[in-house]
């Protein structure tokens, strides 16, 4: 079984910062690779950042030096810090396995996701 509950978006202008959480009830959390995505209005979802078991990371030119993603095994949790935000990451956000292929295996499973609108 899947749960995702992700939070912490919000409005925010532009060169703001954000941290958006994913609680992540996985019974195999500590055994996947995670990610963040977004999808913007007309627009199809994105993988932005990527975060293996052991820390390994991987970001997207379009966030890479402004997102940082980051994971905590014990609590199930999933982060992804952003600086430097810009009107185009308007968007809503989502957390889940970092291999579309897995997600689409599991049934295709997504949370609610977290609203971030970069306005001034």
């Known amino acids: 079984q899947v749960q995702l509950v992700e939070s912490g978006g919000g409005l925010v202008q532009p060169g703001g910062s954000l941290v958006l959480s994913c609680n992540a009830s996985?019974?195999?959390?500590?055994?996947?690779?995670m990610g963040w995505y977004r999808q913007a209005p007309g627009k199809q979802r994105e993988l932005l950042a990527t975060?293996?078991?052991?820390?390994?990371?991987n970001s997207a030119d379009s966030v890479k030096g402004r997102f940082t993603i980051s994971r905590d095994n014990a609590k199930k949790m999933v982060y992804l810090q952003m600086t430097s935000l810009k009107p185009e990451d308007t968007a809503v956000y989502y957390c889940n396995f970092a291999s579309p292929e897995y997600i689409k295996a599991r049934g295709d499973y997504w949370g609610q996701g977290t609203q971030v609108t970069v306005s001034s």
């Open positions: 996985i019974s195999v959390f500590r055994t996947r690779a």
């Open positions: 975060i293996a078991m052991d820390g390994t990371i």
